[in-house]
């Protein structure tokens, strides 16, 4: 066997979904050399599978520590869908869609995070819901609508961000499995590939559902992988303009009339494959809110593996006994609304820039 190929880095980044990527885009604020190392392809795992809704499915429900994640990403996605255009061409299809949340039961819930989060919630009434979307059912009785929420195309995005990544001189690395961290006196100081051995004092973690295989078990961290399916329709006419939650369940339009609907939550450990059963569950909850997909076949069916966690926020902070090896993951259903926010707090740690007390509740 040959001699692997020593190379040398400020920052290694394990992970090239979307937390790795905009990571490794934060890192280049700070002038860091950076490799990028996949074990796929950039984004290709639950990055590319992700519905893309830049908003958490009821954001009533999030909790206040994390509200700061997704408040930060709601308030940036614009700007950063603006330069990824302009540097790479490619849209990624931010679109204010507006969301309808048909949980009314929450309702005041809803207006009370709306009052205190200077958001809009406007309560829909039956026949007002029949103008808004005349091809929900017409069982549904009241909704809450939020205007602002945003949505993106996951795939446009990851496109867009490895060219972006490309340009600014960040070395990737895809179809590269990482076989071990490097650490000596409990201090971070490389990886080892099947080719490759990567020299840096610098080590993220951004691996998503996997980061339990490379972050030591002593750490004690609590990240799993929670399998999600989804159906693809491609109905003959525009059928909904905005995006539909019940419960743990969406409809999403795209801006080409496609329509996503989401997504199982299944404790199913590494099987990242599809299901007839969920095949059957999802286009009875597509059938129950737009009655007209009933006479539309699902033109496609996938399945990904999100990092869940039994906690309320993801992990952003550095080993507790080995120097410079960090962590970015667990962010479960919420990594592109999160990712902005998680990325700028793990650039400032890396570079020191950042008092560790200040994200003690990400640790």
Not at 35 to 64: C, Y
Not at 77 to 89: G, M, N, S, V, Y
Not at 131 to 144: H, K
Request: hydrophobic content about 40%.
């Amino acid at each position: 066997m040959p001699n692997k190929i020593n190379k040398h880095f400020d920052v290694l980044i394990v992970g090239g979904g979307i937390i790795g990527m905009l990571t490794a885009r934060k890192l280049l604020d700070e002038q860091c050399k950076v490799a990028l190392i996949e074990q796929d392809v950039l984004g290709g795992k639950a990055t590319w599978a992700a519905g893309g809704i830049l908003s958490p499915l009821n954001p009533w429900q999030l909790s206040a520590t994390a509200q700061p994640l997704v408040d930060e990403g709601r308030y940036t996605f614009p700007a950063l869908a603006d330069e990824l255009k302009q540097e790479t061409a490619i849209d990624i299809e931010l679109l204010q869609s507006g969301m309808l949340v048909l949980d009314t039961h929450q309702k005041h819930q809803a207006l009370e995070w709306a009052k205190n989060s200077n958001q809009v919630i406007e309560t829909i009434s039956d026949n007002d819901l029949r103008e808004f979307e005349p091809n929900l059912s017409n069982t549904l009785n009241e909704a809450l609508y939020v205007p602002s929420i945003q949505q993106v195309r996951p795939p446009r995005l990851i496109a867009a961000l490895k060219i972006y990544l490309q340009q600014n001189n960040i070395s990737i690395y895809e179809n590269t499995d990482v076989e071990k961290i490097l650490t000596e006196s409990n201090q971070a100081v490389g990886i080892t590939t099947k080719n490759y051995t990567f020299h840096s004092k610098k080590i993220i973690i951004c691996n998503g559902a996997w980061a339990n295989d490379l972050f030591p078990s002593t750490s004690n961290i609590d990240i799993h992988p929670i399998r999600g399916q989804m159906l693809l329709y491609q109905p003959p006419k525009r059928l909904l303009t905005r995006i539909i939650i019940k419960e743990k369940s969406y409809l999403i339009p795209r801006q080409d009339g496609h329509i996503l609907c989401g997504s199982t939550i299944e404790d199913v450990g590494f099987k990242n494959e599809i299901t007839q059963a969920a095949r059957l569950s999802l286009q009875n909850i597509a059938n129950e809110l737009a009655p007209l997909l009933s006479k539309n076949t699902p033109v496609r069916q996938w399945s990904a593996l999100r990092p869940g966690t039994g906690r309320a926020v993801p992990y952003i902070c550095e080993h507790p006994n080995i120097i410079g090896l960090y962590l970015n993951s667990g962010h479960y259903r919420y990594g592109i609304i999160m990712g902005i926010a998680s990325a700028r707090i793990m650039a400032e740690l890396v570079t020191n820039t950042l008092n560790k007390s200040q994200i003690k509740e990400f640790s």
